[in-house]
C-alpha cells in the first residue's frame, strides 16, 4: 500500500476513536469539549509506560485506558450536577487545564544517548517501540483498524441491548429513566467513564504512530473536530462517527489542490449539510426507517 | 502601589473582557445557545478592516468600523446559517456544530486575507497619563471610555426601548413573547447583529491596544467571552460585565505574582471551580436554578 494513502487512513482510525468517544458521551445526553484531554492522557501515560519504563505495547495501552477512564471517572464526579451547556464548559476546562499542566511537567531519562521523557512545551520526543520492533506503517494501521472494528463490533452488538437502550433513554430524558428504576447518575459515570477510555486508547496509538507528542497538539480544536465528527455522522448508530470522520479527512485529503480554499467550502458545506439533516447523517430516524425496512424484507 | 498599577491596567483589560462577555450572554440570554463562531466573527471583521484600510486610507477610526460592520455583518450571517434553522429545543447541539464549521470557514477567509503571521494593526496614539506613580496608557483610558459608552447604550437600548422590552421578554421566555405577537426569529437576528457590534468594539479595542493580529485572535476572543460569562453568571448581563472585569483582574495579578505561562492555567482553573461549586456563576444563581438549559439534555 502506498505510504501516504497508510499513514492517512491511520490518522483517519486514530480520529474515529475520539470521534467515539464523543459519541459515547452523547449518547447519555451529554456534549463534552474535553475529550482531547482523555486523548492526551493516554498518549502520555502509553509514551511513558513504553520508552519510559521500556514495557510492552500492551501494557502501554492497558494504561492508557486506565488512564482515561479514571480521569474521565474523576472528572464526572466531579461535575456530576452540572448539565448541558455548564458540563460542555467545565470539561472544556478541564481540557486546558490539563494541557497547561503538561507545559510545566519535566520528567526526562538518559536512555541509549537519547533524553527520553516529558518535556513541558517541548514535548515527548523518541516514543520509538513501532521502530524497535520492526512494525511498518501498514502494519501499524492494520493494528488500530482491527482494535477499531472490535470496538465498533462491541458496540454494535450492544445497540438493541438493555444498557444501549437505557442509556439512549437517559440521554433522552433523564427523569423518565428515573420513574423507570434507572440511575441516570450512575449510567452517566460509567458512559463518560467508557469515553475516557475510548479516547485514552485512540491516544496511547497515537503517541506510538506520531512518535513525538507535544501539549499543543492537543488543544481544543482537536476535541471539537471529534465532537463534530459524532454530530455530522450522527447518532442512530455507532458507524456514524466514522461517516463523519471519513466525511471530513477523506474529502478534506481528495480536494487537497484547493487547500488553500478548502475550508471555506467544506465549512459552509458542514453547516449547510446541518439545516438539511440537523441528526448528522445516520440521524436515529433514518437508521430506524431502515431496519424497519429491511426486516420486512427479511421477513 | 504595584498592586494598584496592576488592578488599573487588569480593569482596564477586563473592561473589554466585559464587552466580549455581554456578547455572549446576549446571544445566550436570546436563544440559549453558544455560538462558537463568535470569535472568528470578530476575526473577520478585523481581517476585512486590515485588508481594506490600504485602499480606503481612513486610518484608525477607518479600522474601527470596519471592523464594527465586518463583525457585524458575519454575526449576522452565522444566525442565519447556523441558528435560525435550530431553533427549536433539540437543536442546540447542532446549532453548536454548525457554528464551529462557520468558524473554520471564517477563520480560512480571515487567513486569506490576511497572508503573513502578524499584521500590524493601527491604534490611536495618546499620550500616557501619570497620576503619581501610576500611569495610565492614554488609549487605555479612551478603550475604557468606550467600553462604558457601550454599555451604557446598550442598557439605554434593552431596558429603555420598546425593542429593548421585546427582547428582554423573548429572553425571559421565548415562547409566551411569541405568543403576545414578538417576532422571536427577528429579534434572534437583531440580537446577533448586537452581539457583532458589541464583539467588533471590543476587538477595535484589543487589536488596537496590541498594536497588532494573529489568527489565533478568534480563539482567543471565544474564550474570554465565554470565560466573563461564566464567572459572572450564565444568562445575566450584569453577571457579564462583572465577570469581565474579574477576569481582568484576575489575569493581570496571576500573571504579575506568578508569571505569563501560568496566567492562562490560573483563569481556566478558576472558571472549573466556579463551574464546580457555584455552576451560576456570581450572578447567575437565580438563573441558573429556573434555566431549563440547565436541566435541558441533547
Same mark, same amino acid.
Request: aromatic share 10%; net charge positive; charged share 10%.
Given at each position: 500500500?502506498?505510504?501516504?494513502?497508510?499513514?492517512?487512513?491511520?490518522?483517519?482510525?486514530l480520529?474515529?476513536?475520539?470521534?467515539?468517544?464523543?459519541?459515547?458521551?452523547l449518547?447519555?445526553?451529554?456534549?463534552?469539549?474535553?475529550?482531547?484531554?482523555?486523548?492526551?492522557?493516554?498518549?502520555?501515560?502509553?509514551?511513558?509506560?513504553?520508552a519510559?519504563?521500556g514495557?510492552?505495547i500492551?501494557?502501554?495501552?492497558?494504561?492508557?485506558?486506565?488512564?482515561?477512564?479514571?480521569?474521565?471517572?474523576?472528572?464526572?464526579?466531579?461535575?456530576?450536577?452540572?448539565?448541558?451547556?455548564?458540563?460542555?464548559i467545565?470539561?472544556?476546562?478541564?481540557?486546558?487545564?490539563?494541557?497547561?499542566?503538561?507545559?510545566?511537567?519535566?520528567?526526562?531519562?538518559?536512555?541509549?544517548?537519547?533524553?527520553?521523557?516529558?518535556?513541558?512545551?517541548?514535548?515527548?520526543?523518541?516514543?520509538?517501540?513501532?521502530?524497535?520492533?520492526?512494525?511498518?506503517?501498514?502494519?501499524?494501521?492494520? !493494528?488500530?483498524?482491527?482494535? !477499531?472494528?472490535?470496538l465498533l463490533?462491541?458496540?454494535?452488538?450492544?445497540?438493541?441491548?438493555?444498557?444501549?437502550?437505557?442509556?439512549?433513554?437517559?440521554g433522552?430524558?433523564p427523569v423518565?429513566?428515573?420513574?423507570?428504576?434507572?440511575?441516570?447518575?450512575?449510567?452517566?459515570l460509567?458512559?463518560?467513564?467508557?469515553?475516557?477510555?475510548?479516547?485514552?486508547?485512540?491516544?496511547?496509538?497515537?503517541?506510538?504512530?506520531?512518535?513525538?507528542?507535544?501539549?499543543?497538539?492537543?488543544?481544543?480544536?482537536?476535541?471539537?473536530?471529534?465532537?463534530?465528527?459524532?454530530?455530522?455522522?450522527?447518532?442512530?448508530?455507532?458507524?456514524?462517527?466514522?461517516?463523519?470522520?471519513?466525511?471530513?479527512i477523506?474529502?478534506?485529503?481528495?480536494?487537497?489542490?484547493?487547500?488553500?480554499?478548502?475550508?471555506?467550502?467544506?465549512?459552509?458545506?458542514?453547516?449547510?449539510?446541518l439545516?438539511?439533516r440537523?441528526?448528522?447523517?445516520?440521524?436515529?430516524?433514518l437508521?430506524?426507517r !431502515?431496519?424497519?425496512?429491511?426486516?420486512?424484507?427479511?421477513? | 502601589?504595584?498592586?494598584?498599577?496592576?488592578?488599573?491596567?487588569?480593569?482596564?483589560?477586563?473592561s473589554?473582557?466585559?464587552?466580549?462577555?455581554?456578547?455572549f450572554?446576549?446571544?445566550?440570554?436570546?436563544?440559549?445557545?453558544?455560538?462558537?463562531?463568535?470569535?472568528?466573527?470578530?476575526?473577520?471583521?478585523?481581517?476585512?478592516a486590515?485588508?481594506?484600510?490600504?485602499?480606503?486610507?481612513?486610518?484608525?477610526?477607518?479600522?474601527?468600523?470596519?471592523?464594527?460592520?465586518?463583525?457585524?455583518?458575519?454575526?449576522?450571517?452565522?444566525?442565519?446559517?447556523?441558528?435560525?434553522?435550530?431553533?427549536?429545543?433539540?437543536?442546540?447541539?447542532?446549532?453548536?456544530?454548525?457554528?464551529?464549521?462557520?468558524?473554520?470557514?471564517?477563520?480560512?477567509?480571515?487567513?486569506?486575507?490576511?497572508?503573513?503571521?502578524?499584521?500590524?494593526?493601527?491604534?490611536?496614539?495618546?499620550?500616557?497619563?501619570?497620576?503619581?506613580?501610576?500611569?495610565?496608557r492614554?488609549?487605555?483610558?479612551?478603550?475604557?471610555?468606550?467600553?462604558?459608552?457601550?454599555?451604557i447604550l446598550?442598557?439605554?437600548?434593552?431596558?429603555?426601548?420598546?425593542?429593548?422590552?421585546?427582547?428582554?421578554?423573548?429572553a425571559?421566555?421565548?415562547?409566551?413573547?411569541?405568543?403576545?405577537?414578538?417576532?422571536?426569529?427577528?429579534?434572534?437576528?437583531v440580537?446577533?447583529?448586537?452581539?457583532g457590534?458589541?464583539?467588533?468594539?471590543?476587538?477595535?479595542m484589543?487589536?488596537?491596544?496590541d498594536?497588532?493580529?494573529?489568527?489565533?485572535?478568534?480563539?482567543?476572543?471565544?474564550?474570554?467571552?465565554?470565560?466573563?460569562?461564566?464567572?459572572?453568571?450564565?444568562?445575566?448581563?450584569?453577571?457579564?460585565?462583572?465577570?469581565?472585569?474579574?477576569?481582568?483582574?484576575?489575569?493581570?495579578?496571576?500573571?504579575?505574582?506568578?508569571?505569563?505561562e501560568?496566567?492562562?492555567?490560573?483563569?481556566?482553573?478558576?472558571?472549573?471551580?466556579?463551574?464546580?461549586?457555584?455552576?451560576?456563576?456570581?450572578?447567575?444563581?437565580?438563573?441558573?436554578?429556573t434555566?431549563?438549559?440547565?436541566?435541558?439534555?441533547?
Amino acid at each position: 500500500m502506498d505510504l501516504y494513502l497508510a499513514s492517512v487512513l491511520t490518522n483517519m482510525t486514530l480520529i474515529a476513536f475520539l470521534a467515539l468517544s464523543a459519541y459515547l458521551v452523547l449518547v447519555v445526553g451529554e456534549v463534552s469539549f474535553g475529550q482531547q484531554a482523555f486523548f492526551c492522557i493516554g498518549a502520555y501515560l502509553t509514551a511513558s509506560v513504553t520508552a519510559l519504563a521500556g514495557a510492552h505495547i500492551v501494557w502501554g495501552l492497558l494504561a492508557a485506558i486506565l488512564g482515561g477512564a479514571v480521569c474521565a471517572l474523576l472528572l464526572g464526579l466531579l461535575t456530576l450536577r452540572l448539565s448541558g451547556l455548564y458540563f460542555a464548559i467545565s470539561t472544556l476546562c478541564f481540557a486546558e487545564l490539563l494541557r497547561f499542566s503538561l507545559l510545566h511537567i519535566r520528567f526526562t531519562r538518559l536512555i541509549d544517548g537519547r533524553e527520553i521523557g516529558p518535556d513541558g512545551p517541548e514535548g515527548f520526543s523518541n516514543i520509538r517501540w513501532i521502530f524497535e520492533h520492526n512494525y511498518a506503517v501498514t502494519d501499524f494501521l492494520l !493494528l488500530a483498524a482491527s482494535c !477499531l472494528i472490535i470496538l465498533l463490533g462491541l458496540l454494535f452488538g450492544l445497540q438493541r441491548s438493555h444498557l444501549m437502550l437505557t442509556a439512549h433513554m437517559v440521554g433522552h430524558d433523564p427523569v423518565l429513566a428515573q420513574s423507570q428504576g434507572f440511575s441516570p447518575h450512575r449510567y452517566r459515570l460509567g458512559f463518560i467513564a467508557l469515553s475516557g477510555a475510548v479516547a485514552g486508547f485512540g491516544g496511547g496509538l497515537f503517541a506510538l504512530f506520531n512518535t513525538h507528542i507535544e501539549p499543543a497538539m492537543f488543544g481544543v480544536m482537536l476535541g471539537v473536530h471529534g465532537l463534530a465528527y459524532a454530530i455530522i455522522g450522527g447518532l442512530g448508530t455507532p458507524l456514524g462517527p466514522l461517516l463523519g470522520v471519513v466525511l471530513d479527512i477523506g474529502l478534506l485529503e481528495s480536494i487537497r489542490q484547493l487547500a488553500a480554499y478548502r475550508m471555506i467550502v467544506f465549512g459552509g458545506l458542514v453547516a449547510l449539510l446541518l439545516v438539511f439533516r440537523p441528526e448528522g447523517i445516520a440521524s436515529p430516524r433514518l437508521v430506524a426507517r !431502515l431496519r424497519r425496512r429491511w426486516g420486512r424484507r427479511r421477513v | 502601589m504595584d498592586v494598584l498599577q496592576t488592578s488599573l491596567d487588569g480593569l482596564m483589560i477586563g473592561s473589554t473582557y466585559a464587552l466580549l462577555g455581554l456578547s455572549f450572554a446576549l446571544i445566550f440570554g436570546i436563544m440559549r445557545r453558544i455560538n462558537l463562531a463568535f470569535g472568528a466573527c470578530l476575526l473577520f471583521g478585523a481581517a476585512l478592516a486590515i485588508y481594506l484600510e490600504p485602499l480606503l486610507g481612513w486610518g484608525a477610526w477607518g479600522l474601527f468600523f470596519i471592523t464594527m460592520a465586518g463583525a457585524a455583518l458575519a454575526s449576522a450571517y452565522v444566525e442565519r446559517l447556523c441558528f435560525a434553522p435550530h431553533s427549536k429545543r433539540s437543536g442546540a447541539v447542532t446549532a453548536m456544530i454548525a457554528s464551529f464549521a462557520i468558524w473554520m470557514q471564517l477563520d480560512e477567509i480571515s487567513s486569506q486575507l490576511l497572508p503573513q503571521r502578524t499584521h500590524a494593526y493601527q491604534g490611536l496614539e495618546l499620550p500616557t497619563l501619570w497620576l503619581g506613580e501610576i500611569s495610565v496608557r492614554g488609549d487605555q483610558l479612551l478603550h475604557f471610555g468606550m467600553a462604558l459608552v457601550s454599555i451604557i447604550l446598550l442598557y439605554i437600548l434593552l431596558y429603555k426601548t420598546r425593542l429593548g422590552l421585546l427582547i428582554r421578554a423573548t429572553a425571559d421566555s421565548p415562547e409566551s413573547a411569541y405568543l403576545l405577537g414578538a417576532r422571536v426569529p427577528w429579534l434572534g437576528f437583531v440580537v446577533f447583529f448586537l452581539a457583532g457590534i458589541l464583539g467588533g468594539v471590543a476587538a477595535f479595542m484589543i487589536l488596537s491596544a496590541d498594536g497588532h493580529i494573529t489568527p489565533l485572535f478568534g480563539l482567543w476572543s471565544t474564550f474570554k467571552g465565554l470565560i466573563a460569562m461564566i464567572i459572572g453568571g450564565v444568562g445575566s448581563l450584569l453577571g457579564a460585565v462583572v465577570g469581565g472585569l474579574i477576569l481582568g483582574l484576575v489575569e493581570t495579578h496571576a500573571g504579575a505574582a506568578l508569571g505569563a505561562e501560568f496566567r492562562d492555567m490560573v483563569t481556566f482553573g478558576l472558571v472549573f471551580l466556579v463551574l464546580v461549586i457555584r455552576p451560576g456563576g456570581l450572578m447567575g444563581v437565580k438563573v441558573y436554578r429556573t434555566d431549563n438549559a440547565a436541566q435541558e439534555r441533547v
